[in-house]
Nanobody, 129 residues
Framework: QVQLVQSGGRLVQAGGSLRLSCLVS????????MGWFRQAQAPGGERHFV??????????AYADSVKGRFAISRDDDKSTVYLQMNSLEPEDTAVYYC????????????????????WGQGTQVTVSS
């Protein structure tokens, strides 16, 4: 059973940077396409796509709102996926979730939350103005 454990969320001032981590255990990260989503409203609200990368070929995709500020990366040896967030804005405040989709040897990225089968516990990012 694949498990995702997140870390890195905290309070940060506008213009600052933060790196979120997502440790994947139970199966090799190299078999999974990964995504980051965020949920700005109370529990039950929609999770919006932030960034994704493919299991192979190193392809990435970003929401327009974060393009040029956020970067997704992975270290397969450490079984960890990262979301580097720069130039943070108050509008980035949300609970951030990492997600995994089993997609071995697949170069596609996936931006729909419904296509992911495994989720981290979420981590709060708060950006103060």
């Amino acid at each position: 059973q694949v498990q995702l454990v997140q870390s890195g969320g905290r309070l940060v001032q506008a213009g600052g940077s933060l790196r979120l981590s997502c440790l994947v255990s139970g199966r090799s990260l190299s078999f999974y396409a990964m995504g980051w989503f965020r949920q700005a409203q109370a529990p039950g609200g929609e999770r919006h796509f932030v960034a994704a990368d493919s299991a192979s070929a190193g392809n990435t995709a970003y929401a327009d709102s974060v393009k040029g500020r956020f970067a997704i990366s992975r270290d397969d040896d450490k079984s960890t996926v990262y979301l580097q967030m720069n130039s943070l804005e108050p509008e980035d405040t949300a609970v951030y979730y990492c997600a995994a989709r089993y997609a071995p040897y697949n170069s596609a990225t996936f931006n729909s939350s419904s296509t992911y089968g495994h989720w981290g516990q979420g981590t709060q990012v708060t950006v103060s103005s």
